[in-house]
């Protein structure tokens, strides 16, 4: 043997403690979360309160009030909502797109391709406020207030900023598919939209899975687009954030976190329920942020 | 004919309609941002004048900005060193080491990454709340008093608060990435090493990261990319630079300025900057980590 047994053991140990250490600092402060969001206020404060120390019982009622007195039910709504219509959007426009850039030869065929790669580098952050702009410019041109503070602009917004990613995703995978199914559709007369939407479409299916993983994730957390363009019809994480600025005033933190709770726990019942996919559709290629 | 010509409709009507949803709200903005920052434009009256390049003039004497550019290179060269060095030893231990519990630890070190950066900021406000802070009380109750600090607002703490929260978001999703490629390796090369006598640490250092390193670079862009977008959204919603602009980076700044100050023109002049930093960065750490590729 090439190793001493104690030696072996010791370095077990060390990656254990690594390991563990971690996996502690991880689950410690979202764990204590989920506990803080069962406190009393009186819980929080004082001299002698540890924040460590468990709820002396499980008081519900800040969710409760997180839900009707902060407006968390409404913008969890909103929420729902944009993600949806959002995903909806995204799918309708792009499987159309990228199954016809990857399987079909066309003029002007090379730009399009280099178009939706070069958007790939595009980043959001960067045209928030020119897009803010444009939209309350438009308002201005019309004589409407309908582009700003709308939850579908929104939801058009969040799906024009997944697209570039979305179709290089799905459009690499129809390029794998073996090109004899649409010659054997047509030859049975399937026209083209058909031979879309019923063949092809239903074979990317692993590719949409992942898609809508991935679209999920990042329309559910956006922030920063649903705090330029919305002031009222807020979503959650504006919500959130808003409850987190009362709370360096007004110090109602049992609130603060049942909302922190309502924003997470959807996207961590999802990744519980699919991380394997999840971890695995990642290595796929993309970028986030 | 007919045929060639319903094809050609086809393919019209599946791409115009996300082709034009991307060109008027991807690219029309991003010509916006580089159109604007030659116009010096106000809020209220949206009035427009063209100055050249003034902004990019004033941008130079802006001792804020240049002190969130300042801040913004540390954050991103101590957020790379440190995520890369975890990220790298976690995905070994998991790849390498075949013990009970593999699996559950990646998918508890994946958490960060699923989490909303709003509810990433609202947990390390309550790590580092002074007072009922999770990190204070641990230091006061294991008896390191001394080590507790005001982490969001004493000296030169605030920003390394920042990257330590960015560090703790990041290292699952890297670390995923290595694992995906150190799983590429074929296993006979540990079994040749290995029956040579080789250690894991030799065997780390002569088969795995040679053969990682250019997994390792591509996401070396990545982390230039994220970081400047994720330590804004963080700092957007943990300070919004403060105190005294100690925790400023570069994209908050320029938000602040285009949305908040309304200055629309000294915003996007400041986005130019920031886009070709991160470009020229990129480039460079591409070309300086160049070198021989051992395949497999």
Redesign the interface.
């Given at each position: 043997m090439?190793?001493s047994k104690p030696g072996k053991i010791i370095?077990?140990i060390f990656?254990?403690i690594?390991?563990l250490t971690?996996?502690i600092?991880?689950?410690?402060?979202?764990g204590?979360?989920f506990m803080?969001s069962f406190k009393r206020n009186s819980e929080?404060?004082g001299a002698d309160?540890?924040?460590?120390a468990l709820p002396k019982q499980l008081f519900y009622q800040n969710f409760i009030v997180a839900f009707k007195d902060a407006n968390m039910g409404t913008f969890f709504f909103n929420s729902v909502i944009v993600t949806a219509l959002a995903m909806i959007l995204l799918l309708v426009?792009?499987l159309?797109?990228s199954?016809?850039?990857a399987r079909?030869s066309?003029r002007g065929k090379k730009i399009?391709n280099t178009?939706?790669m070069a958007?790939l580098f595009?980043?959001i952050?960067?045209?928030?406020?020119?897009?803010?702009?444009?939209l309350s410019?438009a308002n201005?041109a019309l004589g409407v207030e309908w582009f700003l503070n709308n939850r579908f602009v929104l939801a058009?917004?969040y799906?024009?900023?997944a697209?570039?990613f979305t179709?290089y995703l799905l459009s690499g995978y129809f390029k794998t598919l073996p090109k004899g199914f649409e010659e054997a559709a047509y030859i049975d007369g399937c026209g083209?939209?058909k031979t879309?939407v019923k063949i092809m479409i239903p074979m990317a299916k692993p590719s949409i899975i992942t898609v809508i993983l991935f679209n999920f994730?990042s329309f559910?957390?956006?922030?920063?687009i649903a705090y330029?363009l919305m002031d009222g019809n807020d979503t959650l994480?504006m919500g959130?954030?808003n409850l987190?600025a009362v709370?360096k005033t007004a110090t109602n933190y049992g609130i603060?976190?049942a909302?922190?709770v309502i924003?997470?726990l959807p996207?961590?019942i999802?990744?519980i329920a699919v991380?394997k996919r999840?971890?695995e559709g990642?290595?796929l290629g993309g970028?986030?942020? | 004919m007919n045929r060639k010509s319903s094809e050609r409709k086809f393919v019209f009507i599946c791409l115009a309609p996300a082709t034009i949803l991307l060109v008027l709200l991807m690219f029309i903005p991003t010509v916006n941002v580089f159109r604007m920052s030659l116009y010096k434009m106000g809020g209220i009256t949206n009035s427009q004048k063209f100055v050249g390049f003034k902004n990019f003039q004033s941008i130079m004497g802006d001792k804020n900005f240049l002190q969130a550019m300042q801040n913004q290179i540390l954050v991103i060269v101590m957020v790379t060193l440190f995520t890369v060095i975890l990220a790298v030893l976690f995905a070994t231990l998991l790849q390498r080491g075949s013990f009970k519990g593999n699996n559950l630890f990646r998918v508890i070190f994946y958490i960060p990454n699923i989490l909303s950066i709003v509810v990433i900021a609202g947990i390390f406000g309550a790590i580092y709340n002074p007072g009922t802070g999770l990190l204070n009380t641990f230091l006061r109750a294991v008896g390191l008093d001394a080590l507790a600090r005001q982490w969001m607002s004493e000296g030169q703490i605030p920003i390394y608060s920042v990257i330590f929260a960015l560090v703790w978001q990041a290292i699952g999703y890297y670390m995923v990435m290595y694992m995906a490629s150190m799983a590429a390796i074929p296993p006979d090369y540990y079994e040749a090493a290995s029956l040579d006598g080789a250690t894991e640490i030799q065997m780390f250092s002569k088969i795995t990261f040679p053969l990682i390193w250019s997994n390792i670079r591509t996401t070396l862009t990545f982390y230039i990319i994220s970081t400047i977008n994720l330590s804004f959204l963080f700092v957007q919603i943990m300070s919004n630079g403060g105190p005294n602009g100690k925790t400023e980076v570069a994209l908050n700044y320029m938000y602040k300025q285009a949305y908040g100050n309304s200055s629309y023109g000294y915003g996007m002049a400041i986005g130019v900057v920031i886009f070709i930093f991160s470009f020229a960065l990129a480039a460079i750490v591409n070309k300086i980590t160049d070198r021989e590729v051992y395949e497999f």
């Open positions: 090439k190793n370095s077990k990656v254990y690594a390991l971690l996996a600092s991880v689950i410690i402060p979202v204590w979360v803080a929080f404060m309160v540890s924040p460590w426009l792009a159309p797109a199954y016809v850039l079909f066309f399009l178009g939706y958007g595009i980043n952050n960067y045209i928030v406020v020119p897009i803010f702009l444009m410019s201005k058009v917004v799906a024009a900023s697209l570039p179709v083209y939209f879309m994730l559910w957390n956006e922030y920063i330029t994480a959130l954030k987190m709370e603060m976190y909302g922190l924003v997470m996207t961590l999802l990744y991380q999840l971890t990642m290595t970028l986030k942020g | -």
